[in-house]
């Protein structure tokens, strides 16, 4: 499991502006959430692809097709049931081969989103390879106060989108996170666009730095 990191988001404004900075926030959801998707959603052409990698490189196939298989596409490890084994979907090579993704599509992927699957879009456009998930929501007259975990780290990207929203209803947001380093707690806080769009832009230059490393 990734550690998670504790985000606390807090925006000053009126009360009515602040309730419709949450409405618009947690759209689509069933709980006062912090839906990143409302700021950048993910493409929906990435949503069910999963990767696999082997010694030929890495391939791409659509979670929907392994689940309508049957069991003979799924690797089933010794001692695990079938049914166990589709939850974590491990799909053999044969089944990759026949059902993989052909490379013009990825490249039109890469082309038109600049991944070719969900979990690269996520760490490379959120900052995080999964939506937050709240830990608390208060809303009071002049503020209203999100507290989200968020999985290895910060949304940088999404974080100076988020001020631009914000700027939009009239108010004020202050962006803290609490970051594991060693032992100990690191706190940080975020308060102007400026610093926001400075952080965001270092992720960027480390992401792309990793990619590089990863596709050598």
Known sequence: MP???????????????????????????????????????????????????????????????????????????????????RTFSFPTTEWIEENKIDEFTIRRYKRDFGSAYWYDWCSKYWGTKWNSRLESYSLEDEKVVWEISTAWSPPFPLIPMFFDIVEKFEGEAVWEHATPNGDDIQNFVINSHELAAELANLHRIQYEKMMEEFEK
């Open 3 to 85: 550690d998670m990191i504790l985000n606390k988001i807090t925006v000053k404004n009126e009360r009515e502006q602040n309730q419709k900075l949450s409405d618009f926030m947690c759209e689509g959801s069933e709980d006062w959430s912090f839906d990143f998707n409302n700021i950048l959603p993910v493409p929906e052409e990435l949503l069910g692809i999963q990767a696999i990698s082997d010694s030929k490189g890495q391939h791409y196939y659509n979670i929907d097709d392994l689940d309508a298989a049957n069991d003979d596409a799924i690797m089933i490890p010794t001692g695990m049931s079938p049914h166990l084994a």
